[in-house]
């Protein structure tokens, strides 16, 4: 039957591969042989599963009768497919005797192995038969062969009793007195093992409790560290703290002096008269440095716009002098 299935799978790859190029796509035509071998892998799979299932004396329902018939149809169209597209008729008979071969095959092969499975059941069934006949006889043989044996062995054991006990007798004074022997050399032993753990404990506990103990130190000696770091963190802290509060207050002094400076600038009013110009300059820096505009300068030394602008772009510029020592 595996013969069968392996040539009828053989002839229908190098049968169905050709449809399958045919038909498929230039860059996809390295997958034609996929489809055939996955539906004869599907055939292999349900003659041997129906091969398990007959010789278990199981039965598998519906499904595999329908997986085994559809596979079978899949086959026998996939292989007539291209002699029926061109109206081969004798092509068509001829791929199709692999296909059909390969279902009665599956069929047959099953009904096969079921008949085969029932009638090696059978055997087996009436070799078991005859099997327990035989043991029941041997059995009750056996049986007979045992009653004389007890009965010989009572005589016996009632004749060895009294010397097995006197025996006994013996041998429990002997056991005794090895098990008081062993029970002291037991106790010996555990006495001195109990004081080698006892020791053994001791010395544990002081170690226990020196490490504790270097521990505790290391743990202070690091708590002393964190509290001086953050001691340290902290006067730095507020080192800080007072430094932009100073800051601030030189700020706000500066802003107050500012103030005064700007107010008192703006009292001054227009001019009446253009300043001498070393006047007007002076008086010029100050309205600069307060932060007035160019048109209250000008109203304010009776010069120009363009001439108070031009002092201003000289004061916003350092000279080149204080440029090339500045870099």
Do not use: C
Not at 5 to 26: D, I, N, Q, R, W
Not at 151 to 166: I, N, S, V
Not at 202 to 211: K, L, T, W
Not at 236 to 262: F, G, I, Y
């Amino acid at each position: 039957m595996w013969a069968i299935v392996s040539g009828a799978m053989l002839f229908s790859v190098l049968t169905v591969t050709p449809l399958m190029t045919a038909h498929t796509h230039e860059d996809w035509r390295w997958t034609a042989p996929i489809l055939p071998i996955v539906v004869d892998s599907a055939v292999v799979i349900v003659v041997r599963l129906d091969s398990v299932l007959a010789r278990l004396g199981g039965r598998g329902g519906p499904w595999p009768v329908a997986l085994r018939w559809m596979t079978g149809a899949m086959t026998l169209l996939l292989n007539i497919g291209a002699s029926a597209l061109v109206g081969d008729l004798v092509g068509v008979a001829v791929h199709s005797v692999a296909p059909l071969l390969l279902i009665v095959t599956a069929e047959a092969g099953l009904a096969y192995r079921r008949a085969l499975a029932a009638a090696v059941k059978g055997l087996e069934e009436r070799e078991e038969e005859t099997r327990q006949a035989r043991e029941t006889a041997a059995e009750k043989r056996e049986e007979a062969r045992q009653q004389r044996v007890r009965e010989r062995r009572d005589h016996e054991a009632a004749e060895a009793r009294e010397r097995r006990e006197h025996e006994a007798r013996l041998i429990r004074d002997e056991a005794e007195r090895q098990e008081r022997v062993r029970r002291e050399e037991r106790e010996d032993r555990e006495r001195h093992e109990r004081e080698e753990r006892e020791d053994r404990e001791r010395r544990e506990r002081e170690r226990e409790q020196q490490r504790l103990e270097r521990e505790r130190r290391e743990r202070e000696a690091q708590q002393q560290k964190e509290l001086e770091a953050r001691q340290k963190e902290e006067r730095e802290r507020q080192a800080r703290v007072d430094e932009a509060e100073r800051e601030r207050r030189e700020r706000s002094r500066e802003q107050e002096r500012l103030e005064r400076e700007r107010a008192e600038l703006l009292t001054l009013g227009p001019a009446a008269e253009k300043l001498p110009e070393a006047e007007a300059r002076a008086l010029v820096k100050r309205l600069h440095a307060a932060g007035l505009g160019i048109r209250v300068a000008a109203e304010t030394t009776g010069w120009s716009v363009g001439w108070v602008s031009a002092r201003y772009q000289e004061l916003r510029t350092p000279p080149a002098g204080l440029e090339g020592a500045a870099s």
